[in-house]
C-alpha cells in the first residue's frame, strides 16, 4: 500500500507531516540549517522579538522525568532582522520557513508581522502565548488584547498568518478564541504552546529545578498530550475546515502523531522531541506515523484527518 504523509497549513504544501516547533534547537543559523538538512517538512524559526535577548538566568530548563521539560528561557533570540536574513538563507533546503514572532506592546507586533511579510518566510505564526503590558494577562488569555492584537496583524500583506496558541481548558474560551480566528480571517493556529506556570520540585535539594519566576516554567513533553489533543480537537470542531490547524504538545512517537491526525491536525510540530531526541526526531516520527495509518488502511493525511470516532 503506497502511503503519502505530504499535507499542507493555509495552501503551503509540506512533503510530510512532522516539523519542528519554534523554540528548541531553532535559534542560531547553524541549528536551522540542521533542521533544513533533516526530514522536518519546515523549518520553523525561534520566536523573535525587536531586539535580541539573553534570556532568563541559568538554570533555566530542566529534564523533568523522562519524556518532560520544565523551561522560563525568556526568549533569548538574535533579534528579527537576524531571521529575516536566515529566512533567504535557509531557501536552498527547499522547504517551507516559517517565521515566529512577539512583541512586548501590540506596536511591536504590528512592526514585526509588517517585517516578515516582506521576507523569505512562508508563514508568519504569531506567538500570542507570550506575556505583553505588565500586570494583564499574556495575550492568548485576555480576549481585548487578543482582539487588538488580529485586527492589527491581518491585511499585513500576501503571506498566511497564524497564532500560536496556548492552551484553554473551557469550552467558553475555544468558542470565543474561534470566532476571533474566524472574524479577522486567521489562516492557522499552532495549538498548544507549553502550560505555563507549573513548578516542580526537587524533594531531595528542597528546591526549584529552575532559577527564574521562582521555579516556575512551562510545562512540554508527554504530560501535556491529553490537552494538547483537548485544544486540536475543540478548535477542529468549531472552525470547520477553514483554518489549518498545526497540533502541538507531548508528540514523542508515531502513534502519539496520529491520534492528532484523528483529533482533526492538518500537520504536526514537535519541541521536546528534538530537545531530547535530536533531528533524527523527524524520520522515526514519520515512519511510526506511516505504520499507524497502513494498520488502519489511511492511504493519505486528508482521508485520515479527523476520523475519531465516539461512544
Ligand atoms: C526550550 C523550549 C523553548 C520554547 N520556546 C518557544 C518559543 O520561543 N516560541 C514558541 O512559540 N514556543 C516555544 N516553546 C513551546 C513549544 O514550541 C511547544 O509549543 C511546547 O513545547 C509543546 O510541545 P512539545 O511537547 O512537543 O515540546 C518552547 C518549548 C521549549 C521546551
Redesign the pocket.
Known sequence: MSISTATNIAGVPLASYVCN????KCTSYEELAELGRSKSSAI?M??CTILPRKGNPEPR?AHVGKNR?L?S?G?P?LGYEKYIGFSKKLKKYGKPVIA?I?GFTLDEYDALAHAFQKSDAALI?I?A??PNIKGKSQIGYDFGQMRDLLSLACDRGGKPVGL?LPPYFDPVHWDIMSELILEYNISFI?C???IGNTLVIDPWKRSTVIKPKKGLG?L???T??PI?LANVQAFYERLMGQVSIFG?????NGIDAFEFLLAGADAV???????LEGAGCFGHLDAGLRTMMEYHHFSSIAEAKGKLSYL
Open positions: 516547533a519554534s523554540g528548541p520553523v525561534k520566536t530548563l521539560l523551561q528561557m526568549l533570540n515566529s512577539a505564526e506567538n502565548s507570550c500560536k499552532s498548544i504552546n507549553s512551562g512540554s513533553g508527554e501535556i498530550k494538547a502541538v504538545g507531548g508528540i514523542m510540530q514537535v519541541g521536546t522531541s528534538l530537545e
